[in-house]
């Protein structure tokens, strides 16, 4: 990942509104958020929420599908793993005992959705 692709990425993330609004895209899974959903959830208002998911598409941390006439969001998986990855890159300096703590948090957090518990 380019660094400048990194920084577009952490700047989406680095408000509150919009960490919000992406943390309830990540729980919602595959399935997303309608819009409608979504800014309930958020309690923003749709021109607020519009404006967030903006920023966060064209970072690479959303995506959109359109099902009938509704508008649903979703996390954008890829984009977030390849942020966490460049973010974790070399942290480990030959120790990989420094990183399993994250891994088995996010193995634990992606086994609990699977089973309907809250992460």
């Known amino acids: ?3 400048d692709v990194a920084l577009k990425r952490l ?3 680095a408000q509150q509104g919009r960490l919000e609004v992406f943390r309830l895209l990540v729980q919602a899974g595959d ?3 309608s819009a409608g959903d979504l800014a309930r959830a958020a309690g923003v208002a749709p021109n607020t929420l519009s404006a967030q998911l903006t920023i966060l598409t064209h970072a690479g941390l959303a995506r ?3 099902e009938g ?3 649903i ?3 954008d998986y890829d984009g977030m793993g390849d942020l966490l990855l460049y973010l ?3 942290c480990c300096q030959g120790r990989p005992e420094v990183c399993d703590p994250v891994a088995a948090a996010a193995a634990q957090s992606c086994c609990d959705q699977k089973e309907g518990m809250p992460a």
């Open 69 to 71: 006439r509704s508008i």
């Open 88 to 90: 974790m890159q070399d």
């Open 64 to 66: 959109s599908r359109r």
């Open 11 to 13: 700047s989406a993330l």
């Open 31 to 33: 399935a997303g958020l």
């Open 73 to 75: 969001y979703s996390a």
């Open 1 to 3: 990942m380019e660094i």
